[in-house]
């Protein structure tokens, strides 16, 4: 029997659009996560925290929700010193997540950059492709035996690393993989690149040449810009396209960050992100689940 996070491709063959979730971090610092404490660990100190996160996003409309993982790689745990513990908090983060999610819910296993360098480009020793392929591997297959629906390889920054996280995702498991990464808006050239310098079509290209179902953009400035980054995907290809936008840019005054838009000043520029061609549509940085609400009204309302 096909693993059940397959309907998600059937459905948006079908014409539907699904929704995602909104952002993790703004609601742990909410909820007295401290400033450089290991937000994965939380999965085990703070179970009741995590899961009701998850419970509030798809109370706000998500039928899609990831887990507390984003920064689960064996490399990323090691800056806290608990890279022995990559496999328990992975699992955890996905039985959390499933705990919390209602009988048509889905849970995508959130993956991360490493923060570490590809070889070619770390003035230290920096990582080579096998030792980013180990890293996503022992992830996913923590992430898989704990029970996800599918793979959110998300907010990448360098293409080898984004490859290697999804083919990491496709040699352990039979799940849909997302793919999606970084775009900064180049106001000079009026255009969207990643770290990298790839264009969204180069992106799209690569992402599922790499054996991604689902591919686009997370994090980032904000809607506007995913809508230029979505169309500019859609002329490239076909396949489902996915856009989680930060809440515009983030603010800072004295110690607390807030972020650009609010829920119904982001949610008014979905139907065009719809109109662009997203299949899935969430949020991410300084969202929470309003933002979803608003978000999940707009794909409600509107006539395919
Ligand atoms: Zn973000």
Redesign the pocket.
């Known amino acids: 029997m096909r693993a059940r996070g397959w309907e998600i491709l059937e459905r948006i063959r079908a014409g539907e659009t699904l929704v995602f979730d909104g ?1 993790y971090g703004t609601m742990l610092f909410a909820a007295g996560l401290a400033n450089g404490a290991c937000p994965e660990l939380w999965n085990d100190t703070h179970a009741d925290v995590v899961r009701g996160i998850h419970r509030a996003y798809f109370a706000a409309g998500s039928q899609i929700v990831e887990t507390n993982t984003f920064g689960g790689t064996r490399l990323k745990l090691d800056e806290y010193k608990i890279g022995d513990r990559t496999r328990e908090l992975n699992e955890q983060g996905a039985r959390l997540a499933r705990e919390a999610a209602p009988g048509g819910g889905y849970i995508a296993g959130s993956i991360g950059p490493t923060s570490r360098l590809p070889r070619d480009y770390a003035l230290d020793a920096g990582v080579t492709d096998e030792e980013y392929a180990a890293t996503f591997r022992e992830q996913a297959e923590a992430l898989a035996a704990g029970g996800v629906d599918l793979f959110a390889v998300e ?1 990448m920054m360098f293409p080898q690393e984004a490859t290697a996280a999804v083919r990491a995702c496709k040699q352990v498991a039979d799940l849909p993989v997302m793919a999606t990464m970084f775009f900064q808006f180049e106001e000079a050239h009026d255009r969207d690149r990643t770290m990298w310098g790839e264009s969204p079509a180069e992106v799209a290209k690569n992402l599922l040449a790499a054996g991604a179902d689902v591919v686009g953009m ?2 980032g400035r904000g809607p506007d810009r995913a809508i230029v980054i979505v169309r500019e995907m859609r002329q490239v290809t076909d396949a489902p396209l996915v856009a989680y936008p ?1 809440a515009g840019l983030p603010v800072t005054r004295g110690d607390t960050v807030t972020y650009e838009l609010g829920p119904e000043t982001m949610a008014r520029e979905y139907p065009a992100l719809l109109e662009a061609g997203a299949d899935i549509v969430g949020a ?2 300084g969202s929470n689940p309003e933002h979803i609400r608003r978000i999940a009204e707009v794909v409600r309302s509107r006539k395919k």
Do not use: H, K
């Open positions: 952002g907010t997370n994090c930060n991410c940085c």
